[in-house]
C-alpha cells in the first residue's frame, strides 16, 4: 500500500518553530521528488517548498524562502519541512507530496498525505 504520512504539526505561537515530517512507504520514494503545500481554510492548496530526488536542488514560494527549509532522507523514506519565525498567516493544514519530477503545480504531484494541521496562534 503507497503511503505518505506527515507528522509534527500542531499548535505554535507566532514566532515559534515547527518541523513537520513525511514517513513515506510502500514504493521507491526515494526517486521522487517531494512537495510540501498548505490549505488554509476556505483556500485552495498552495504549493510551500519542493526538493528533486536527491535533495541537490530545493525550492521554496517567495514567503517560505529563508523561513522554511525541505530536506529528505532517502536511506529511511522520511522527508521534513522545517518552518521558522511562523506568523498567523502560515496556519494551514500541511500536506507532502509525490511527483516523478519536482513542480510547483499540485496537479504534478501523484501521491498526497492526509495533511497535519498548523494552526500559529497565541
Known amino acids: 500500500q503507497v503511503q505518505l504520512v506527515e507528522s509534527g504539526g500542531g499548535l505554535v505561537q507566532p514566532g515559534g518553530s515547527l518541523r513537520l515530517s513525511c514517513a513515506a512507504s510502500?514504493?521507491?520514494?526515494?526517486?521522487?521528488?517531494i512537495g510540501w503545500f498548505r490549505q488554509a481554510p476556505g483556500k485552495e492548496r498552495q504549493f510551500v517548498a519542493g526538493i528533486n530526488w536527491s535533495g541537490e536542488r530545493t525550492f521554496y514560494t517567495d514567503d517560505a524562502k529563508g523561513r522554511f527549509t525541505i530536506s529528505r532522507d532517502n536511506s529511511n523514506l522520511l522527508f521534513y519541512l522545517q518552518m521558522n519565525s511562523l506568523n498567523n498567516a502560515v496556519t494551514a493544514v500541511y500536506y507532502c507530496?509525490?511527483?516523478?519530477?519536482?513542480?510547483?503545480?499540485?496537479?504534478?504531484?501523484?501521491?498526497w498525505g492526509q495533511g497535519t494541521q498548523v494552526p500559529v496562534s497565541s
Open positions: 507530496a509525490a511527483a516523478m519530477e519536482a513542480c510547483v503545480s499540485h496537479s504534478g504531484y501523484e501521491y
Open positions: 510502500g514504493r521507491t520514494f526515494s526517486n521522487y521528488a
